[in-house]
Nanobody
Framework: QVQLVESGGGLVQAGGSLRLSCVVS????????MGWFRQAPGKEREFVAR?????????YYSDSVQGRFTISRDNAKNTAYLQMNNLKPEDSAVYYC????????????WGQGTQVTVSS
């Protein structure tokens, strides 16, 4: 059974940085496309970024984070990352890691989420 565990969230001031990690266990990590999503209170879960499987040769970001966030993967560590720079209060949300064997992601496997709070 595949499991995803996120970490790295916290409280940061506007303009600061955080790096989220997502460790995947239970199956060959390299086979999965990985994605990050977020959900703010009262809002629907929204796409943030995704990276293709294996070499991660294709990366895609939402317009709201393009140029500030970087998604990456380390297959040797079974881990996906989301480096978040120049954080804004509107980036505050629970961030979820997702894994899927296909793109577009259909019925991805989700992590439990990690809270990111950006103060102004």
């Amino acid at each position: 059974q595949v499991q995803l565990v996120e970490s790295g969230g916290g409280l940061v001031q506007a303009g600061g940085s955080l790096r989220l990690s997502c460790v995947v266990s239970g199956r060959a990590f390299r086979d999965y496309a990985m994605g990050w999503f977020r959900q703010a209170p009262g809002k629907e879960r929204e796409f943030v970024a995704r990276i293709t499987s294996r070499t991660g040769s294709s990366i895609y970001y939402s317009d709201s984070v393009q140029g500030r966030f970087t998604i990456s993967r380390d297959n040797a560590k079974n881990t996906a990352y989301l480096q978040m720079n120049n954080l804004k209060p509107e980036d505050s949300a629970v961030y979820y890691c997702a894994a899927s064997l296909t793109l577009p992601m259909k019925s991805p496997i989700w992590g439990q989420g990690t809270q990111v709070t950006v103060s102004s």
